[in-house]
Every structure is written in C-alpha cells, then in structure tokens.
C-alpha cells in the first residue's frame, strides 16, 4: 500500500543534511538514468544531475523517437546485469513504465531502489500512437524500495492515475504541485527537491 505525501515542503532527514549527489557515500550504488519517450535533453534535470555526478549512468536507446518495448527492457536489463554494485534506478515517464515491464519480465533482481518520476498513463485515450505498445501497465509489486513523484497537473498522467501505479507498485506517492510533467518544461534547473527526495528514499526508507 502506498503512502500518498502532498509535497508543500522537502521532506525531513533524520541524521543531518542528506549527501549530494557528489557525496562519497553514492559509490555503494550505481545510479542509472533511464530516460522517457524522445530521451532527455540538457535542460532536463536527469542530464542536468548527470552533469552533477559524471559517474552516474544512462540507459541509451537505438531509437528514442519510435520506442519498443522488448528492446527498451532488454537495454534495461543489460545496463543493471553489468552493475557490479547494487543500482539505484532514477526514471522518467516511459522510462518508469519501462521498469515496470522489465520488473515483470526479470523479477528485479539488481536494483536495491528506484525513483520513479511522472510516470507516463500509456492506456489513456489520447496517447501517442508511438507509446501504445507499452499497454498494459504491468502492476506487480516491484521488488525494491520505491518512490513515485507526480505532479497534479501533468498532461501524461493524472495524479489519480499515478496514485494508482503507486500502490500497485508498492511505492510510495509524492504529489507535486503545478510541476506539469516534471520535465524540463517544467524548469526544474537541478531539481533539488528531487535530489533530496533520492537521497530520502535511498537513506531513510531503504534502512527503515
């Protein structure tokens, strides 16, 4: 069951500051970027955090622009079968759905947690021809401490909806207000309340 956090505030850490993503402590892990549906350019705060942390890495797609979702998974896959360290999954919209399909197929196995970012609704009625085949969402539990940010008024995904994914995927839910769909539309720059609600997931609900 997840639990749903309006966000009006950065939530609190128990033991000081939370690391930076620069921070030492980040090399127990393997950071992976998996991107959305036409990748995510320098304003997006994934490439940005990248510039942040050079040695967190990228999930990369032959083709960004006509999505398929057994290669999607299968680059998934390869990317978290390489890690020789636990990886800590940061996703964006298809790329969350992404997961979802690869936890189903795989069962998980690697990844120690992930933050799943706007996740894109692929069965709602006006989406993209292109992203149809990654209908239907799968709804198993995933198997590692998750988190799902949605903003309130995101044109890919309903706050209900992504409320929905949460509690299937046994995340819990941040709602995000007016952050449309937390991309770089949305003008995040390096998105630190983001940074911060990593570092909570990954420090406090893994150990707790």
């Given at each position: 069951m997840?639990?749903?956090?309006?966000?009006?505030?950065?939530?609190?850490?128990?033991?000081?500051?939370?690391p930076?993503?620069?921070?030492?402590r980040?090399?127990?892990?393997?950071?992976?970027?998996?991107?959305?549906?036409?990748?995510?350019?320098?304003?997006?705060w994934?490439?940005?955090?990248?510039?942040?942390?050079?040695?967190?890495?990228?999930?990369?797609?032959?083709?960004?622009?006509?999505?398929?979702?057994g290669?999607w998974?299968?680059?998934?896959?390869?990317?978290?079968?390489a890690?020789?360290?636990?990886?800590v999954?940061?996703a964006?919209?298809?790329?969350?759905?992404?997961?979802?399909?690869?936890?189903?197929?795989?069962?998980?196995?690697?990844?120690?947690?992930?933050?799943?970012?706007?996740?894109?609704?692929?069965?709602?009625?006006?989406?993209?021809p292109?992203?149809?085949?990654?209908?239907?969402?799968?709804?198993?539990?995933?198997?590692?401490?998750?988190?799902?940010?949605?903003?309130?008024?995101?044109?890919?995904?309903?706050?209900?909806?992504?409320?929905?994914f949460?509690?299937?995927?046994?995340?819990?839910?941040?709602?995000?207000?007016?952050?449309?769909?937390?991309?770089?539309?949305?003008?995040?720059?390096?998105w630190?309340?983001?940074?911060?609600l990593?570092?909570?997931?990954?420090?406090?609900?893994?150990?707790?």
């Amino acid at each position: 069951m997840s639990a749903a956090l309006a966000l009006t505030s950065a939530p609190s850490i128990r033991h000081g500051s939370p690391p930076d993503l620069r921070d030492a402590r980040w090399r127990r892990f393997r950071l992976l970027m998996v991107p959305g549906w036409h990748g995510s350019g320098e304003q997006h705060w994934q490439t940005r955090w990248q510039s942040l942390q050079p040695a967190i890495a990228r999930v990369e797609q032959d083709d960004w622009e006509r999505p398929d979702p057994g290669s999607w998974v299968a680059r998934l896959d390869a990317e978290v079968r390489a890690s020789a360290q636990p990886v800590v999954l940061i996703a964006h919209s298809l790329g969350c759905i992404t997961v979802a399909h690869w936890v189903r197929e795989t069962g998980g196995r690697g990844v120690a947690a992930a933050l799943l970012v706007a996740p894109a609704d692929v069965e709602r009625t006006l989406v993209a021809p292109e992203l149809r085949g990654f209908a239907p969402v799968p709804e198993e539990q995933l198997p590692f401490a998750t988190r799902v940010v949605a903003s309130d008024d995101d044109p890919c995904c309903t706050l209900t909806r992504a409320g929905h994914f949460a509690s299937t995927w046994g995340a819990d839910l941040v709602a995000i207000p007016s952050g449309g769909h937390l991309n770089a539309r949305s003008q995040l720059g390096d998105w630190p309340t983001g940074q911060l609600l990593l570092h909570d997931l990954v420090w406090r609900r893994r150990a707790g």
